[in-house]
């Protein structure tokens, strides 16, 4: 029974790095780690952040007064694990790409923009996952949640739009009137017509420091819950941004969490080409925030990330959330731009969707 209690307790990442390190032969963290992560295809800055959760958990230990050490178990470490490991083989993995959630959300984005012809359907589509898993994990803006939701990327208003439908906050049927005259629905939400949306956005560059300021107050008034901003990559451009960034660390904002759709377009071009934004995570770590990058279009992976900050962040995280234009359905080019499908592509992408 303990066992199977403190199995709940740990994310995928910490199991997997509690399972490995007995083979680490004396290493360096860094040098685990590493190893690990091309081993495991997971990123090296989860599983940073993760090892020193269960350094501070008392369960390995590598560096102690001021000196780098191998990575090894703690005594309490090796007991856990001589419980966990035989346990967690006959775990089975909640299966992600079978959560209809996930496919119904992107699939009501899609029939937004094919069936409307307006609001911003790429943009929208790369957002899909990181909003669905958003919710999954933090409910925000909802009723009874304390978590909030700024969509600094207001474009990509399809995706929170059909997400709530998901939940049942608005009626499917409404998504049918985005962008059209007297719809609650517009291209970018509207806080006025749509408490859900909770502010209105879509003067780019603006909402990081909106969250900032909603956690900061949290904080100051002792409030629980997590300020998620999802930021487009474009908008890094501004420096409003960098001046978010600069507060949220120094006020030690642990219940900010800054997402960033990095689909590598803009406007009018590619990120890098107008102004180039790497190397951006360096560029984050550097203003004193823990970065993270990881894969923007697979929920399993983007759930465990949110489910370990929701109970272990000790100041404010950057996740870096690499996507496509596409949202990742195959018959669609990785890099549309301006676009909207024809019917016949319309019924290819709904079947990619369903079948992924």
């Not at 207001?154 to 059909?162: D, M």
């Amino acid at each position: 029974m303990l066992a199977k209690l403190l199995l709940k307790a740990l994310n995928e990442d910490q199991l997997l790095i509690l399972s490995n390190i007995k083979g680490s032969r004396n290493l360096p963290a860094s040098s685990f780690l590493r190893k690990l992560s091309k081993a495991s295809d997971v990123s090296l800055s989860s599983l940073k952040l993760n090892s020193r959760i269960l350094r501070e958990f008392g369960l390995l230990t590598y560096y102690t007064a001021g000196k780098t050490r191998p990575i090894k178990l703690t005594a309490t470490g090796r007991m856990l694990v001589d419980m966990l490991v035989p346990l967690k083989e006959h775990v089975s993995k909640k299966s992600f790409s079978e959560d209809q959630a996930f496919k119904g959300a992107k699939t009501k984005v899609l029939k937004q923009g094919f069936s409307t012809g307006v609001g911003h359907l790429p943009s929208s589509l790369s957002a899909s996952d990181l909003i669905a898993s958003i919710f999954r994990v933090f409910s925000p803006n909802m009723v009874n949640s304390c978590n909030s939701l700024v969509l600094s990327k207001g474009h990509a208003a399809s995706a929170l739009y059909a997400m709530l439908a998901e939940e049942k906050a608005i009626d499917e049927e409404e998504l049918l009137s985005l962008g059209s005259l007297g719809s609650r629905l517009q291209s970018h939400p509207e806080r006025k017509y749509l408490p859900e949306a909770l502010v209105s956005t879509g003067s780019l560059g603006q909402g990081l420091s909106i969250g900032v300021g909603i956690a900061l107050g949290k904080k100051i008034k002792r409030e629980e819950g997590k300020v998620i901003v999802l930021l487009g990559d474009g908008e890094l451009n501004e420096g409003q941004i960098w001046e978010a960034a600069m507060s949220g660390a120094h006020h030690t904002l642990d219940n900010l969490i800054a997402i960033v759709d990095r689909n590598l377009l803009q406007l009018n071009g590619n990120t890098e080409e107008i102004k180039r934004l790497e190397p951006l995570e360096e560029k984050w770590s550097s203003f004193g925030w823990e970065t993270m990058v990881t894969d923007g279009h697979d929920p399993e992976k983007l759930v465990r990330i949110f489910e370990q900050l929701k109970s272990n962040q000790t100041r404010p995280v950057a996740v870096i959330a690499l996507t496509e234009r596409s949202g990742g359905i195959k018959s669609f080019k990785k890099n549309l731009f301006h676009y909207v499908p024809t019917p016949e592509e319309y019924e290819r992408a709904v079947i990619d969707i369903n079948e992924s």
